[in-house]
């Protein structure tokens, strides 16, 4: 037993043996528009709460919300939180959980600012919980089911899903669908036993143990700190660390910076933790973001009292987290959000992604940092930083290209037939210089995907330069690598920085990272 009352012990085990049944089908449905994680952070959720045998719903979510990760992650654990201060016990009607299922909506609403109809799992709980109340269980279910299945038809608004566009008509939402599943659980039969599911989860090895791909990250960055004795991992959590953070070694305490994100990216951002750049990053599993409890852990853990500043990229789960986290900080803290795909709409869906300027926000701000700067000058300077540069991304598929990609696999525009030399460099740029400061010097940024050899990126990056020559703009700095990739897509990112004197000085500081160094 947990303590709890039968029917809410009953009800977390039927949605923990929903996750962790139906995580490879949830990740396929999520894999048609969006990245393809749902059920493995259900599913990783799920884990921690049979792990934790919770003693109260909030228990549960905050359990499930620091072991998940990701946007979903987030947003189900405050929707346990939610519930738990509703009192529910074995004998509560259908009125008050209706209510308190309604308060949970309420929650996911209010933290990822989801409306009705934006194809969200919004969309089948507040159907259910409406339909609870009015004709019990049974048209609760079903209510469920169909609102799931409606979801179809609808556009995706939020998530990586929304990315999308019009291209998500047609694909179920796989929240939507998991609200309708556990649902038809519960009144379905008896769930398993804690111990049977404890057996299915097996005990955690670690912080985020559970999957093999869990197990890759894990790895992965053990390798990249037993290569580097610059760095250290966080005991029992999955942050990389400066060897030297807490060490009081610097003299006056300075501004820190942390930042973040699924793993798949690398070297973004464990690559570029050290002197000069980041004091902390935190991957999540791959393509999900890294939960609130990880960022925390990782910012209590090089905080040195001068502030924290948090370097963003704008996906919902990123800035979920990272926002937690900073709420929960009991230091001075301040967030720099990077929006810089010039492929996705700014007043459409969830406005745009940040990309291969977070590079330059992570190398600019730390060498201010470095230098002593406030926390208020640290935030300003990386905010401009963002505010001002532009990416664009291309991905290669055999012969053809298809142009403004995501880092996560999201889909771009239409494939066309692939181009090559002057014509890709135009294709790479054209979008940019329309929305580039004209009259700064710049610097520029071109990355691989993971799957682009450095030889075709040199030529390319040859091949930029003439066309910015030839419309007038001056290439001050630039940097030609993998910098910031979606494993091993074969493609290009191409991020335009305008500089001045300030910058370019800033970004010739001394910095020191297994990713980054002069």
Same mark, same amino acid.
């Not at 990740?27 to 045998?53: E, H, I």
């Given at each position: 037993?947990?303590?709890?009352?039968? =029917?809410?012990?009953?009800?977390?085990?039927?949605? +923990? +043996?929903?996750?962790?049944?139906?995580?490879?089908?949830?990740?396929?449905?999520?894999?048609?528009?969006?990245?393809?994680?749902? =059920?493995?952070?259900?599913?990783?959720? +799920?884990?921690?709460?049979?792990?934790?045998?919770?003693?109260?719903?909030?228990?549960?979510?905050?359990?499930?919300?620091?072991?998940?990760?990701?946007?979903?992650?987030? /947003?189900?654990?405050?929707?346990?939180?939610?519930?738990?201060?509703?009192?529910?016990?074995?004998?509560?009607?259908?009125?008050?959980?209706?209510?308190?299922? *309604?308060?949970?909506?309420? %929650?996911?609403?209010?933290?990822?600012?989801?409306?009705?109809?934006?194809?969200?799992?919004?969309?089948?709980?507040?159907?259910?919980?409406?339909?609870?109340?009015?004709?019990?269980?049974?048209? !609760?279910?079903?209510?469920?089911?169909?609102?799931?299945?409606?979801?179809?038809?609808?556009?995706?608004?939020?998530?990586?899903?929304?990315?999308?566009?019009?291209?998500?008509?047609?694909?179920?939402?796989?929240?939507?669908? !998991?609200?309708?599943?556990?649902?038809?659980?519960?009144?379905?039969?008896?769930?398993?036993?804690?111990? %049977?599911?404890?057996?299915?989860?097996?005990?955690? !090895?670690?912080?985020?143990?559970?999957?093999?791909?869990?197990?890759?990250?894990?790895?992965?960055?053990?390798?990249?700190?037993?290569?580097?004795?610059?760095?250290?991992? *966080?005991?029992?959590?999955?942050?990389?660390?400066?060897?030297?953070? =807490?060490?009081?070694?610097?003299?006056?305490?300075? #501004?820190? &910076?942390?930042?973040?994100?699924?793993?798949?990216?690398?070297?973004?951002?464990?690559?570029?933790?050290?002197?000069?750049?980041?004091?902390?990053?935190?991957?999540?599993?791959?393509?999900?973001?890294?939960?609130?409890?990880?960022?925390?852990?990782?910012?209590? @853990?090089?905080?040195?009292?001068?502030?924290?500043?948090?370097?963003?990229?704008?996906?919902?789960?990123?800035?979920?987290?990272?926002? /937690? @986290?900073?709420?929960?900080?009991?230091?001075?803290?301040?967030?720099? &959000?990077?929006?810089?795909?010039?492929?996705?709409? #700014?007043?459409?869906?969830?406005?745009?992604?940040?990309?291969?300027?977070?590079?330059?926000?992570?190398?600019?701000?730390?060498? *201010?940092?470095?230098?002593?700067?406030? &926390?208020?000058?640290?935030?300003?300077?990386?905010?401009? #930083?963002?505010?001002?540069?532009?990416?664009?991304?291309? @991905?290669?598929?055999?012969?053809?290209?298809?142009?403004? #990609?995501?880092?996560?696999?999201? $889909?771009?525009?239409?494939?066309? $037939?692939?181009?090559?030399?002057?014509?890709?460099?135009?294709? /790479?740029?054209?979008?940019?210089?329309?929305?580039?400061?004209?009259?700064? $010097? &710049?610097?520029?940024?071109?990355? =691989?995907?993971?799957?682009?050899?450095?030889?075709?990126?040199?030529?390319?990056?040859?091949?930029?330069?003439?066309?910015?020559?030839?419309?007038?703009?001056?290439?001050?700095?630039?940097?030609?690598?993998?910098?910031?990739?979606?494993?091993?897509?074969?493609?290009?990112?191409?991020?335009?920085?305008?500089?001045?004197?300030?910058?370019?000085?800033?970004?010739?500081?001394?910095?020191?990272?297994?990713?980054?160094?002069?």
């Amino acid at each position: 037993m947990t303590g709890l009352p039968d =029917g809410v012990d009953r009800a977390l085990r039927v949605l +923990a +043996a929903v996750a962790l049944e139906r995580r490879q089908a949830y990740d396929a449905l999520d894999a048609v528009t969006g990245d393809g994680d749902f =059920g493995s952070t259900f599913a990783r959720g +799920a884990a921690a709460v049979v792990r934790a045998r919770p003693d109260s719903l909030r228990t549960a979510g905050l359990a499930f919300a620091a072991a998940a990760g990701g946007s979903s992650g987030a /947003l189900l654990g405050a929707a346990l939180v939610r519930l738990d201060g509703h009192g529910l016990a074995d004998d509560s009607d259908a009125d008050r959980v209706s209510a308190a299922l *309604l308060d949970a909506d309420a %929650a996911v609403a209010e933290l990822g600012g989801a409306a009705l109809g934006d194809k969200t799992l919004r969309d089948a709980l507040h159907p259910a919980a409406t339909a609870l109340r009015d004709g019990g269980v049974t048209a !609760a279910v079903a209510a469920a089911r169909s609102a799931a299945y409606a979801t179809a038809g609808l556009t995706a608004r939020r998530g990586r899903s929304a990315y999308a566009g019009e291209r998500s008509v047609g694909a179920v939402d796989p929240g939507a669908v !998991a609200v309708a599943d556990v649902l038809e659980a519960w009144v379905a039969g008896e769930p398993p036993t804690w111990e %049977a599911l404890l057996d299915r989860v097996g005990e955690p !090895a670690g912080e985020d143990a559970g999957s093999a791909e869990d197990d890759r990250v894990d790895r992965a960055v053990a390798g990249l700190v037993a290569s580097h004795p610059s760095l250290r991992r *966080l005991p029992g959590v999955r942050a990389v660390v400066r060897a030297d953070a =807490g060490a009081g070694s610097e003299g006056a305490p300075r #501004v820190v &910076l942390v930042s973040g994100g699924g793993a798949g990216h690398e070297p973004l951002h464990a690559g570029f933790v050290g002197a000069g750049m980041l004091d902390a990053a935190c991957p999540g599993a791959v393509f999900t973001s890294p939960s609130s409890a990880q960022v925390l852990a990782a910012a209590e @853990a090089v905080d040195q009292g001068a502030g924290v500043l948090f370097v963003v990229k704008a996906y919902t789960g990123d800035v979920l987290n990272f926002g /937690l @986290a900073a709420q929960s900080l009991g230091g001075t803290s301040a967030t720099v &959000l990077v929006a810089d795909d010039v492929a996705t709409a #700014v007043d459409d869906g969830p406005g745009r992604r940040g990309t291969g300027a977070t590079v330059a926000v992570e190398k600019l701000a730390g060498a *201010l940092a470095a230098e002593g700067a406030d &926390l208020g000058s640290c935030r300003a300077l990386g905010q401009a #930083v963002a505010d001002d540069a532009r990416s664009y991304g291309i @991905a290669f598929r055999g012969e053809e290209m298809e142009q403004g #990609v995501g880092i996560h696999g999201e $889909p771009g525009r239409p494939r066309e $037939p692939r181009r090559h030399g002057s014509a890709l460099a135009h294709a /790479l740029c054209d979008p940019l210089l329309a929305e580039v400061d004209p009259a700064a $010097p &710049l610097l520029v940024l071109l990355s =691989g995907l993971g799957g682009t050899a450095l030889l075709d990126l040199q030529a390319t990056y040859a091949d930029v330069v003439d066309v910015l020559t030839a419309a007038g703009r001056t290439v001050v700095r630039s940097l030609v690598g993998d910098l910031v990739t979606s494993l091993d897509q074969p493609g290009m990112l191409l991020t335009l920085v305008p500089f001045d004197e300030r910058r370019t000085a800033l970004w010739d500081a001394p910095v020191s990272t297994p990713a980054l160094t002069w």
